[in-house]
């Protein structure tokens, strides 16, 4: 069975940097799209970043772009997101997930059928 775990998140302070990182089981990673998503108190889980499969391609949220970095190593069955210049409004449980569905939806939610615990992450001002 396809299993995701997240690691890395923790407390930094604004402008502060982050990698999380996804270890993936029970899967392919090259017949995979990976991605990650977040999720703050009250709000929807929300798009953040993603990598086409078998990892040619990136996608970001506008409020991502130029700040984080999605890259994956297959052979490891590894995902990371790379988080620069972290803002308070980063802050949010940060979870992995894969999928084989379509490329065009890989912003949608309903795409996404595998998904790690989450992580926390927090930006101090």
């Known amino acids: 069975q396809v299993q995701l775990a997240e690691s890395g998140g923790g407390l930094v302070q604004a402008g502060g940097s982050l990698r999380l990182s996804c270890a993936a089981s029970?899967?392919?990673?090259?017949?995979?799209?990976m991605g990650w998503f977040r999720q703050a108190p009250g709000k929807e889980r929300e798009f953040v970043a993603a990598?086409?499969?078998?990892?040619?391609?990136?996608y970001y949220s506008q409020s991502v772009k130029g700040r984080f970095t999605i890259s994956r190593d297959n052979s490891k069955k590894m995902v990371y997101l790379q988080m620069n210049s972290l803002e308070p409004e980063d802050t949010a449980v940060y979870y992995c997930?894969?999928?084989?569905?379509?490329?065009?939806?890989?912003?949608?939610?309903?795409?996404?059928?595998?998904w790690g615990q989450g992580t926390q992450v927090t930006v101090s001002p």
């Open positions: 997930a894969s999928s084989t569905a379509a490329l065009s939806a890989i912003r949608e939610l309903e795409m996404w059928r595998n």
């Open positions: 990598s086409s499969r078998p990892g040619g391609s990136t």
């Open positions: 029970g899967l392919n990673m090259g017949n995979y799209h």
